[in-house]
């Protein structure tokens, strides 16, 4: 069973790429192109075509991701969440990340399904929808940068965090 | 005051702030004495 470290890692990294880099490419891209594109009537092409699917990679290629840091942590997944000092600065990661994977599937994915049309809503609950789903998402990015940190630091290169 | 969440400058600062108050309740909170 020495493989599964190994392969758990690299599937983390494929997966959570997948997650960050469609997360970073809302943010980054397709909010600030939303508000060029609403301004000209063109924002449908987005809307329709391209964000479902985008979502669709996003929220399961979040799951996979947290799926394979537990298998990756293996018999250290308690003491990492339970922030033992061996195992605290991949634990303030692990618990970044699961924070993160919540705001997907509870406070952005539902929301985004009214903001879609994928179930139905007033005007009201789908412009109350908007700015849930993109602080939701905001705030993910922001915790993606001490997440990544502490991913990159807590675990098997500890030198910064003293470790 | 406005919300650094509504603009992406915000949110990057924001982000590295955090990651330094972590840094810091890491060393001297969960690994104080180690």
Known sequence: ?163 | MKNPLDSILGTIISGLVLTLVLYVFLKNFVLAGV
């Open chain 1, 1 to 163: 069973m020495d493989f599964v470290p190994g392969i758990a890692r690299w599937i983390h990294f494929l997966a959570g790429i997948t997650w960050i880099g469609l997360l970073y490419y809302f943010n980054f891209v397709q909010v600030p192109a939303l508000k060029a594109a609403a301004a000209d009537g063109s924002a449908g092409g987005i809307t329709k075509h391209v964000a479902p699917r985008a979502l669709l990679w996003f929220r399961w290629a979040a799951v996979v991701t947290w799926l394979a840091g537990a298998a990756l942590l293996g018999s250290a997944f308690v003491p990492a969440f339970t922030l033992q000092p061996a195992y605290a600065g991949i634990g303030i990661g692990a618990w970044l990340g699961t924070i993160m994977l919540f705001n997907v599937w509870v406070l952005i994915w539902p929301n985004q399904k009214k903001i879609l049309g994928i179930v139905t809503a007033s005007d009201e609950e789908k412009n109350k929808a908007r700015r849930v789903a993109f602080l939701a998402s905001r705030t993910n990015t922001m915790l993606s940068i001490p997440m990544l940190f502490f991913m990159a630091n807590g675990l098997t290169h500890k030198a910064l965090i003293g470790l």
